[in-house]
């Protein structure tokens, strides 16, 4: 089966599956929002991602002097969501906007019904292709054609162009929404595997602040090469008695 078809069909199946009955309006999230900063996936998960070979290999040798945002490259929505600057989103009834400080980038997650585009794996974005439906209070977002190029975090964990990113907005509080996120991507991972932030409302005031980053960057040359990992090593996960 074709690549497009098969994330077309899987679109539509995610979108046609039963939800709660909608009979209360959804929580409304706009606002200005700070991040819980997150530098390091791995300590909020307090080990190492569930590697592939390919995957544990390429978390060693990663050199932080090729950080993608060094040469201007946006971040995507994982790394957009764990970085030390606040976000504006702003919900309607078919679609949030939210627009990061970070790199001044936006993203849009349709609540329209629609599914992910035929052509998503030819034309990937380095936020992704977002769709979103209201399950009770939380809104679930699927994300895919995140492109491959981009950092799920600051210390350099990657990913291919087969992630998946299911993200769950539950909002706790008149002041925090729960962020809930789960990363699927066969080629770095075993398995999908989750955390857990909060994002914390601003105070009165609080502004998006201007962030450029440019062509012709002058320090590039002077970044030396770093690889932190190279003495880590890679034990694959073990199956509990009874698991699948």
């Not at 996936?41 to 080990?47: A, Y």
């Not at 976000?87 to 939210?98: A, R, T």
Request: aromatic share 12%; proline share 9%; glycine share 6%.
């Amino acid at each position: 089966m074709p690549a497009r078809i098969a994330v077309a069909i899987c679109a539509l199946l995610w979108l046609a599956a039963p939800a709660a009955a909608q009979t209360a309006a959804p929580p409304d999230m706009s606002g200005f929002w700070i991040n819980q900063y997150t530098p390091d996936l791995s300590v909020v998960l307090g080990k190492q991602p569930p590697f592939t070979e390919f995957g544990a290999e390429r978390w060693r040798t990663v050199d932080t002097a090729k950080d993608p945002t060094a040469i201007c490259l946006p971040v995507g929505p994982s790394r957009g969501f764990t970085a030390p600057f606040p976000f504006i989103l702003v919900q309607h009834d078919k679609m949030i906007s939210i627009m990061f400080e970070y790199q001044a980038i936006w993203r849009a997650i349709y609540l329209d019904g629609r599914g992910h585009p035929d052509d998503l794996a030819d034309y990937p974005y380095f936020m992704g292709h977002s769709i979103g439906k209201w399950e009770g209070d939380t809104l679930v977002v699927d994300t895919q054609g995140i492109d491959e190029r981009s950092w799920l975090d600051t210390a350099g964990h990657e990913h291919s162009a087969k992630l998946r990113l299911t993200e769950r907005f539950k909002k706790t509080g008149p002041d925090t929404i729960q962020w809930t996120v789960t990363y699927d991507d066969p080629i770095y991972f075993t398995r999908p595997w989750s955390i857990e932030r909060t994002f914390t409302r601003g105070k009165p005031g609080d502004r998006v602040l201007p962030y450029t980053c440019n062509e012709n960057n002058k320090d590039v040359e002077h970044l030396m090469p770093f690889q932190p990992n190279l003495n880590y090593k890679h034990v694959p996960e073990t199956k509990k008695p009874g698991g699948d």
